[in-house]
């Protein structure tokens, strides 16, 4: 996936700086994104909504919990 897609102006910014920064806490999973391409995102209400073949595998927020939606092996980044 190419994350320049992604729009990252309407991202909370607790969660940008949590996946941008090198030591942000999802920045493994902003890595992942980039380089699988079975996986999308998309920001939807300043959270992102991460997708695999088009199917909803995890939500990220700024201050929130992240919600996993169905077991996927990029749960492992977030625990």
């Given at each position: ?77 977030i625990k």
């Open positions: 996936m190419n994350t320049s897609d992604i729009d990252t102006a309407n991202m909370c910014s607790h969660l940008r700086h949590k996946l941008m920064d090198a030591d942000g806490l999802y920045h493994h999973v902003w890595q992942t994104l980039q380089d699988d391409p079975e996986l999308t995102a998309v920001v939807r209400s300043r959270q992102l909504h991460i997708y695999r073949n088009g199917k909803k595998v995890l939500v990220l927020k700024g201050k929130a919990e992240p919600q996993i939606v169905r077991d996927d092996p990029i749960d492992k980044l």
